[in-house]
């Protein structure tokens, strides 16, 4: 029993050590990100190309992914509210619901399974490969050279990607509108309008940007913490994942909290 006891102790001082290492890591890389001399030229061509790989080169598969799931999750909604017999909430719920809930989380786990897998990776082989150390001997910072570009492109990138799924979910919601209801698109726009907020919405980017940070944040620091050995490779891509979705759910739960409030 003693044992068990001590076991569970000693798990809770390692996930204590490793979220207080998290946010440390967290407010280094806040504070150089608001110094305008971290930006210099090769750090702005570095986050150029982060961003195009990102946000623009999965523009097309995200825009047919936003409207393949964006109709699913209108059209079992609708469904859910004609059934209910609750039409006069619909522009709560579409505003509410997808727009400022599933719109930041979807894209956040999208960009989460495409992008900090991959960032995770590279960081990992970058610190098995010396190539660290060959920076650092250089002068070169690899906080504002490699870290910040990443971690400002996933700001950007899921706040910008997200804005786009609200898009497609606010425009396939006037078609199901239409044949649901038989909703002109002046009533519809009316009535989302009625139902936005603009501190929700307001939360819906800072939640976003939120997830885009940790997203790339935690697999950064992730394989950073790699060892020499090639094989620490993929431990620290698994660790890395899982602590992002670990992260993300504690964002979901703050931003409801938020809103409750």
């Known amino acids: 029993m003693a044992s068990v006891v001590e076991n569970i102790g000693q798990v809770g001082i390692d996930m204590g050590r490793a979220f207080h290492d998290t946010l440390s890591f967290a407010g280094r890389i806040v504070m150089r990100m608001f110094d305008i001399r971290t930006y210099n030229s090769a750090t702005r061509v570095v986050l150029l190309n982060q961003i195009y790989f990102t946000a623009v080169q999965t523009l097309p598969l995200f825009f047919v992914g936003s409207i393949l799931f964006g109709s699913l999750l209108i059209g079992v909604v609708f469904k859910i509210i004609m059934d209910l017999g ?155 994942m899982v602590k992002v979705f670990i992260a993300i759910l504690i964002i979901e739960v703050l931003s409801l909290l938020i809103r409750m409030i």
């Open 86 to 240: 609750l039409a006069n909430y619909l522009g709560k719920v579409l505003v509410g619901l997808l727009v400022i809930e599933l719109a930041p989380l979807i894209t956040a786990l999208l960009i989460a399974l495409r992008s900090g897998s991959a960032i995770n990776a590279e960081i990992a082989v970058m610190k098995v490969n010396r190539e660290m150390r060959t920076l650092e001997a250089f002068n070169i910072n690899v906080i504002d050279y490699l870290f910040i570009p990443r971690i400002v492109n996933g700001i950007v990138s899921v706040a910008l990607l997200s804005s786009l799924f609200s898009i497609v979910v606010v425009v396939s919601g006037l078609l199901f509108a239409n044949i649901f209801f038989g909703m002109s698109a002046a009533v519809y726009a009316g009535t989302l309008l009625d139902s936005a907020n603009s501190g929700d919405l307001i939360l819906s980017i800072v939640k976003a940007a939120t997830f885009g940070f940790f997203i790339t944040m935690i697999p950064i620091r992730s394989g950073f913490a790699a060892t020499d050995e090639l094989t620490s490779v993929p431990i620290t891509v698994l660790r890395g």
